[in-house]
């Protein structure tokens, strides 16, 4: 799933904010979580256990990988949960 993407339009921080997403800030990536959308699968903390990490807090620290493999990892999310904005590639 695009997570840069809501209905194949880009996404914008409020509408996210605004449809209970929670926003955890980085250098060159912004990612947002919606935890009443997460389905649980873990493909997130698999992908990068620098980036998101169960029980941490806070639980993603999108300055723990590059911009690249934020945005990487986030597609994977298969439910829509996670999303993203790029600021800069840094
Ligand atoms: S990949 Fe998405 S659905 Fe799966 S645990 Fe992470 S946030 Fe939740």
């Known amino acids: 799933m695009d997570g840069s993407k809501f209905d194949q339009e880009p996404v914008n921080e ?3 904010l605004a449809q209970g997403y929670r ?3 980085g ?3 912004d990612i947002y979580y919606n935890k009443d959308i997460c389905a649980h699968i873990g ?3 698999r ?3 620098e980036i998101f990490e ?3 807090r806070p639980w993603i620290i999108p300055d723990n990988g590059s911009v690249k493999n934020a945005s990487y990892v986030v597609d994977t999310c298969p439910s829509g949960a996670l999303k993203y904005i790029v600021k ?3």
């Open 14 to 16: 409020e509408e996210l």
């Open 23 to 25: 926003k955890y800030h």
């Open 88 to 90: 800069a590639e840094v």
């Open 54 to 56: 169960v029980g941490r």
């Open 43 to 45: 493909n997130c903390v």
């Open 27 to 29: 250098e060159g990536i």
């Open 47 to 49: 992908g990068n256990p």
